[in-house]
């Protein structure tokens, strides 16, 4: 057969498959990112490739319709991360040969295999590998993606020589585009359909009763559940974790889940009580906690995105240079209007100075922009030293804190210095200003409080791990309003929280 366009690849499976050409090219692209973002060495040369040009991956993978495709999300959060940076430079290959050459260098280095195979266009010799490795893994996915990366790299080295009947016969030997990974289900249509949940659900009635909220399944009586969901409790708890805290109110659509969840894995028609009734309670105590941890995975990416900041920084100094450029040009050319009024002063007097008067305007306009970007610039660049400051924070309370300089003294910077902390349980607060008299406190979780009582305060600390988020704001924008400086601690040891104060306070004094 006739050598091919990997579009047309596309196009065929579209057709055969009955799946839509954009969903097509999307699980091939996700495929290709994640294969390349698997361990440690691979993320390390990603990460290298991107770093030369942030913005431009950033955007590349966020404008394509398969940013958010759920190959991408389905291993951890790291995973992900990186499989959304290399699908941006996958992406910007597809424009520049030099981040082509990039991308072959990396799929020689760590599949150094199938590169050779398919510069030779040898995908006998390729499978014949293959068959090796599924004699010892009998994982469909690494068959799957070792195939999509044989045909992605003969696209990136000859496209032109890719066959259709090989590649039909290579992606249905690794069941592509079937829909038979279970990661691709729509579950909802599958819980419409499955005959079976009424007949657990009516067990879990007989046995627990009406499940109306979470304490139904936590506190439960039942002999059969009591003692399971005790063992995961205590689990939770060696690890400093409550389920009171975590149990949200129940959801009926997580219910049909964990029961679903208990049919697809027994596979049969009748069921035991007791390992339903067991199976549904350490399946919600699970769905609960991967709701959390789904959750918290969003909130990373939706309050923590480095490139979506860099982004935003990079946009606003683009419009000020732009700006600022624009200003330029309109100066030169009134500077250059006045001297033609000066020669023909008689003859042009009047139409002159009426456009010389135009162009001051249209400058008093732009010298008008300009500041409101550079207010907006400041402000974004404050924001953006918050966020360190909070980064660097958290990730020193991954460590044990031990100072640094044991020589400086919190008396002498507070004698002549009104200091504010904000956070820490009340009898922490009671220990440090028994020993500190002058130090200010205010409970963190005093969402009412009042900064203006406290007088003209000339720093202000956090105790972030023991306070809440309104009253966090709340203060954040007092100080910014009043451009009061601001640290983080988080020790509970009276002598080290004391080097700690000093230290913050040494440094932040310092530099603001």
């Not at 692209?29 to 040369?45: C, F, P, Q, T």
């Not at 955007?59 to 990186?82: M, R, T, W």
């Not at 924001?383 to 400051?389: A, D, K, M, S, T």
Request: hydrophobic letters at 40%; one cysteine or more; proline letters at 1%.
């Amino acid at each position: 057969m006739a050598s091919i366009k990997m579009k047309q690849v596309m196009e065929f499976f579209a057709e055969n498959y009955d799946i839509n050409l954009n969903d097509a090219e999307e699980y091939f692209m996700a495929i290709v990112s994640v294969g390349l973002s698997l361990n440690k060495e691979m993320r390390k040369d990603v990460a290298a490739i991107y770093n030369q040009n942030k913005l431009m991956f950033f955007e590349s993978a966020k404008e394509f319709s398969g940013y958010n495709h759920v190959l991408l999300s389905s291993g951890d959060l790291e995973q992900e991360i990186y499989a959304k940076k290399t699908l941006g430079i996958l992406l910007s290959a597809e424009q520049s040969e030099l981040i082509k050459v990039k991308i072959l260098r990396l799929i020689k280095k760590h599949y150094k295999d199938i590169y050779v195979y398919a510069q030779n266009n040898n995908y006998d010799g390729f499978r014949k590998k293959l068959s090796a490795i599924e004699d010892t893994s009998k994982n469909l996915k690494v068959t799957e993606t070792l195939i999509v990366l044989f045909f992605y790299t003969m696209k990136q080295l000859n496209e032109n020589i890719i066959n259709l009947q090989v590649v039909e016969n290579a992606f249905n030997a690794a069941s592509l585009f079937i829909n038979i990974n279970p990661i691709n289900t729509d579950i909802q249509n599958e819980l419409k359909r499955e005959t079976r949940l009424a007949q657990v659900k009516q067990i879990v009635k007989d046995e627990l009763g009406t499940i109306k909220n979470s304490s139904d399944i936590l506190y439960s009586n039942h002999k059969d559940l009591k003692t399971m969901v005790s063992c995961l409790r205590n689990l939770l708890i060696i690890d400093k974790l409550d389920l009171d805290f975590i149990a949200p109110k129940v959801n009926q659509d997580d219910l049909d889940k964990v029961m679903l969840a208990f049919i697809k894995t027994t596979g049969k028609a009748e069921f035991d009580e007791t390992q339903v009734v067991q199976s549904f309670g350490a399946g919600y105590i699970m769905k609960m906690l991967l709701n959390e941890y789904l959750r918290a995975r969003e909130l990373y990416l939706t309050y923590s995105d480095e490139d979506a900041l860099y982004s935003e920084l990079k946009a606003l100094k683009e419009k000020l240079d732009t700006a600022s450029l624009a200003k330029d040009t309109v100066e030169i050319q009134a500077h250059k209007l006045k001297s033609e009024i000066e020669t023909h002063e008689l003859k042009l007097k009047n139409a002159l100075s009426e456009q010389s008067r135009f162009y001051e305007a249209q400058i008093n306009e732009l010298n008008k922009e300009i500041d409101r970007l550079k207010i907006n610039l400041d402000a974004e660049m404050k924001n953006r030293e918050e966020l360190f400051q909070l980064r660097e924070f958290f990730i020193d309370l991954k460590n044990d804190y031990s100072p640094t300089d044991t020589s400086l003294d919190l008396s002498r910077f507070i004698a002549n210095k009104k200091l504010l902390i904000i956070g820490g349980t009340p009898s922490w607060r009671k220990r440090l200003e028994a020993k500190f008299p002058t130090i200010l406190t205010a409970d963190g979780f005093n969402d009412k409080i009042e900064l203006r009582s406290y007088g003209e305060v000339d720093f202000v600390l956090f105790y972030s791990s023991y306070m809440s988020h309104k009253t966090y704001y709340k203060t954040v924008d007092f100080i910014r309003a009043n451009d009061i400086p601001a640290g983080y601690i988080g020790r509970t040891n009276m002598d080290l929280v004391e080097f700690e104060i000093a230290e913050e306070l040494n440094k932040r004094l310092a530099a603001h």
